[in-house]
């Protein structure tokens, strides 16, 4: 599982309340990622980081904020939760020897179900 | 946009090889073929992964065509277990970021 952990598992909060859901890996990998999973639209990218404090947009930003101030920390913040963001959220990791490329393989946590009432 | 097409769905009864086919007609010279499944409610686990040759792995095997517009994961025996979403995925090269499409639902059949 390449060690990563994701907090809390499951959550039910209120629409407009801000929320934060911790990404957290153990083995030093340089990129970590984040995807929401909704029926019908499959995995998509949220945001992901490519190192400390260096972080970009993915497919489905909006709403979405992101912030990793240290290595093993990827945190995934909606700053005021609507009902469109329940979903399931995973984080992922990229392992590999160059940090990029077509040789390096995602692994995937084991899922955060958020809901939005 | 995802750079593949996979069946929406499939069915294999159990012990037989379960054969998922994925196009990837605009895949480029550097570009690797990846393949994941998805268990129910589980985050998504990794096959395998190619760039020309076939490989095999104690998961599957892949074969990519000789011009690398398709390939087909191959599952030798299947199980129940086996039953999941499998994602095809073209991965540019030198990109770090890898974008699912909607990947094929494998029942495997008692």
């Known amino acids: 599982d390449a060690g990563i952990t994701q907090s809390p598992r499951h959550k039910v909060t209120e629409t407009g309340t801000p929320v934060t859901l911790r990404c957290h890996q153990t083995e030093n990998h340089r990129y970590m990622y984040w995807y929401r999973q909704d029926p019908g639209h499959g995995l998509r990218l949220i945001h992901y980081?490519?190192?400390?404090?260096?972080?970009d947009k993915g497919e489905v930003s909006d709403g979405y904020s992101v912030s990793r101030s240290k290595t093993e920390d990827f945190l995934l913040t909606l700053e005021s939760a609507t009902s469109s963001q329940t979903s399931v959220y995973f984080c992922?990791?990229?392992?590999?020897?160059?940090?990029?490329?077509?040789?390096?393989?995602?692994?995937f946590g084991p899922g955060t179900r958020l809901t939005v009432l | 946009d995802a750079k593949t097409t996979q069946p929406t769905s499939m069915d294999c009864a159990e012990g037989r090889a379960a054969n998922l086919p994925c196009n990837h007609s605009?895949?480029?010279?550097?570009?690797?073929v990846y393949w994941y499944r998805q268990i129910h409610s589980q985050g998504p686990q990794y096959i395998i992964h190619g760039l020309k040759n076939n490989e095999t792995n104690e998961m599957a095997s892949l074969i990519i065509t000789e011009d690398r517009k398709s390939s087909t994961l191959i599952l030798p025996h299947a199980t129940l277990r086996d039953t999941a979403v499998y994602y095809c995925i073209v991965r540019p090269n030198r990109d770090d970021k890898i974008i699912f499409g909607k990947g094929t639902r494998l029942h495997i059949l008692p």
């Open positions: 980081s490519y190192g400390v404090k260096d972080t």
């Open positions: 992922a990791i990229m392992e590999g020897t160059s940090g990029s490329g077509g040789t390096d393989t995602q692994y």
């Open positions: 605009t895949i480029s010279g550097n570009e690797y």
